[in-house]
């Protein structure tokens, strides 16, 4: 194996471990989870299943609207080129559509990752009303939950293997209505919890999982990103033999 190929692949795995560590600690301070997995979270709460097999599933979904939303880019396509696709344009969409498909294997293993972390580390909070020492604990784990999953990200992002399904169908829906990859982002966050906050009031009668947190994750996580790659990205990519 390349040096280059072997730092790529260590880099890739690093940054799923590390974002399955913040998404999960993310969980544990109950101060409210990320987004994206605000609604395998509060489904996984109201009926008693597994968080992990809940985000299986739930990235299943997001590979399956992938899919579509790929068949429906293809469609266009063709019709703006008057039926003609190039042996290019072939190979590029069957790289796509395998790319989409791995997202479910890769799923399994990740949220494996999830429920792993999950068994490891308890609950950062009782059922009680916090102590003030209490409480700047769990704001401290949240804020270091957020880092790890915006270096979580990167790395993995960075890489340019297979994407994790919840980055997947973002850029899947920012090509398809012509969107800019952070607005569509930040329009799906809304989604995500709009549909845990109806969840969680019409079978619990409270919210599950929407809390400071989740609001702390949207602006968080993608300006961790955005630092993180600043002062890492160039090496990172120099060692993993990624081109521009």
């Not at 209490?134 to 784990?141: G, H």
């Amino acid at each position: 194996m390349k040096q280059s190929t072997f730092f790529r692949v260590l880099f890739y795995i690093i940054g799923l471990l590390v974002l399955a560590l913040g998404l999960t600690l993310n969980t544990k301070t109950g101060l409210g989870v990320s987004p994206i997995i605000s609604v395998a979270y509060s489904t996984a709460v109201i009926s008693g299943h597994n968080f992990g097999n809940m985000t299986l599933a739930l990235y299943s979904l997001f590979v399956v609207i992938e899919l579509i939303l790929h068949l429906i880019r293809e469609h266009r396509y063709v019709e703006e080129s008057h039926g003609a696709l190039s042996q290019a344009g072939k190979r590029d969409r069957k790289l796509i559509f395998l790319m989409d498909i791995l997202q479910i294997p890769l799923s399994l293993i990740f949220t494996r990752f999830l429920n792993a972390f999950s068994a490891l580390i308890p609950a950062l909070y009782s059922g009680s009303e916090s102590s003030a020492g209490e409480m700047a604990f769990r704001v401290i784990v949240l804020v270091i939950a957020i880092i790890l999953t915006g270096i979580g990200a990167a790395m993995s992002l960075n890489m340019r293997i297979v994407p994790n399904p919840g980055d997947g169908i973002v850029q899947a829906i920012a090509d398809t209505a012509h969107k800019s990859v952070g607005f569509t982002k930040n329009c799906f966050d809304v989604l995500n919890i709009s549909i845990t906050i109806t969840l969680s009031l019409t079978f619990a009668g409270h919210l599950i999982g929407i809390g400071v947190g989740t609001i702390l994750a949207m602006i968080g996580v993608g300006r961790t990103i955005a630092v993180f790659n600043h002062f890492t990205y160039d090496k990172m990519k120099q060692l993993a033999g990624i081109e521009n």
